[in-house]
């Protein structure tokens, strides 16, 4: 068997355009735009990349970004107090945080910090309790754009046997609160699993999300598996050159899966766009609009 691709890149395109052909209702309704406030505190190299993508992309979508640069040396008082003035400021429907900051700051008090309702990362306990009592709210990125590919996918997930390898509270818990809601059997496998071959031989549905390169081995895998790869763990050649590589062991997982994310390219792509996804979501829950249906 060779697995087929699940392209990650296609299927976030066309979330993006989705996102788009709803803005225009929405601008009808409220007279403004869905507006994104991303806030950079100093010049991490990998932190400017991601957000020169996810402005980038808001601007596809036809919404407003606003980015806040702060210096690495503002205090937590300062980025507290800039994130009360964009709590308050109604324009903006959603607000991002780039983790990580630097270590005078505590995280989780800015994070917390941010209205649930404009918590467009669904990080704030809020969020992460509504969706752990299924109560409609904003859910982290990674795992939703997951779960899209994996309905996309796979269609039905009830009943399905599921593995997430990882618990943060970024990817592995709420992915596996999403595929328990899907009405899937999951097991929520970590760092300090036993046998995690033998769990993994049971799944119908793998999510591998470890920063462990190439963990997954092909030879675990159930024959017609569908894996969803979300690690990206750059290694080093011999000849200085690196490459991007996932938690799963691609060629050989591909020999036995059904279906598999490629790294990159799978899950990545999906991220940004459910950033978008989440900033429209934002934007109805805070103006008492319909959800956007298909999304
Ligand atoms: P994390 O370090 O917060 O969590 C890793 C989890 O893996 C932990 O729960 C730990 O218990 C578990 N783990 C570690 N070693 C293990 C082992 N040997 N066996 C089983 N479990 C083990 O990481 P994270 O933020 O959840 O990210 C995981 C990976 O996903 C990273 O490679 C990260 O770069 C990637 N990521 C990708 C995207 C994307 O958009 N594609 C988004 C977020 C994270």
């Keep these: 068997?060779?697995?087929?691709?699940?392209?990650?890149?296609?299927?976030?395109?066309t979330l993006v355009e989705?996102?788009?052909?709803?803005?225009?209702?929405?601008a009808a309704a409220r007279g403004r735009v869905?507006?994104?406030?991303?806030?950079?505190?100093?010049?991490?190299?990998?932190?400017?990349?991601?957000?020169?993508?996810?402005?980038a992309r808001t601007a596809t979508a036809g919404m407003r970004s606003i980015e806040h640069r702060l210096p690495a040396t503002v205090s937590e008082a300062g980025?507290?107090?800039l994130v009360a003035t964009l709590n308050a400021d109604d324009a903006v429907d959603g607000i991002l945080v780039q983790l990580p900051?630097?270590?005078?700051?505590?995280?989780?008090?800015?994070?917390?910090a941010i209205a649930p309702d404009k918590d467009v990362d669904g990080f704030h306990p809020v969020n992460a309790g509504r969706l752990a009592t299924g109560l409609p709210g904003l859910v982290p990125c990674t795992p939703t754009g997951?779960?899209?590919?994996?309905?996309?996918?796979?269609?039905?997930?009830?009943?399905?046997?599921?593995?997430?390898?990882?618990?943060?509270?970024?990817?592995?818990?709420?992915?596996?609160?999403?595929?328990?809601?899907?009405?899937?059997?999951?097991?929520?496998?970590?760092?300090?699993?036993?046998?995690?071959?033998?769990?993994?031989?049971r799944a119908d549905i793998v999510v591998a999300a470890v920063g462990v390169p190439?963990?997954?081995?092909?030879?675990?895998?159930?024959?017609?598996?569908?894996?969803?790869?979300v690690g990206m763990n750059r290694i080093a050649?011999?000849?200085?050159?690196?490459?991007?590589?996932?938690?799963?062991?691609?060629?050989?997982?591909?020999?036995?899966?059904?279906?598999?994310?490629?790294?990159?390219?799978?899950?990545?792509p999906m991220t940004i766009a459910c950033l978008l996804r989440n900033t429209l979501v934002a934007a109805h829950l805070r103006a008492g609009l319909p959800p956007v249906v298909g999304l």
């Design 101 to 112: 900051l630097p270590p005078h700051i505590d995280d989780a008090k800015v994070l917390v």
């Design 79 to 81: 980025l507290l107090a």
């Design 18 to 26: 989705r996102v788009a052909a709803a803005v225009p209702a929405f």
């Design 237 to 268: 050649h011999t000849d200085g050159t690196t490459k991007l590589v996932g938690d799963v062991a691609f060629a050989e997982a591909r020999a036995v899966a059904a279906a598999i994310t490629p790294v990159p390219g799978g899950v990545g």
């Design 34 to 55: 869905p507006g994104l406030a991303v806030v950079v505190v100093g010049d991490n190299p990998a932190s400017a990349v991601y957000v020169r993508n996810k402005l």
């Design 214 to 229: 190439e963990l997954v081995r092909g030879a675990w895998l159930k024959p017609g598996a569908v894996v969803i790869d």
């Design 146 to 201: 997951c779960l899209m590919l994996l309905k996309d996918t796979v269609g039905d997930l009830s009943g399905a046997e599921a593995i997430v390898i990882g618990r943060s509270n970024i990817v592995g818990k709420p992915m596996a609160a999403l595929l328990t809601a899907a009405s899937a059997t999951v097991t929520l496998a970590h760092s300090r699993t036993r046998d995690l071959a033998g769990h993994v031989a």
């Design 1 to 13: 068997m060779t697995a087929a691709l699940i392209d990650g890149k296609a299927h976030a395109a």
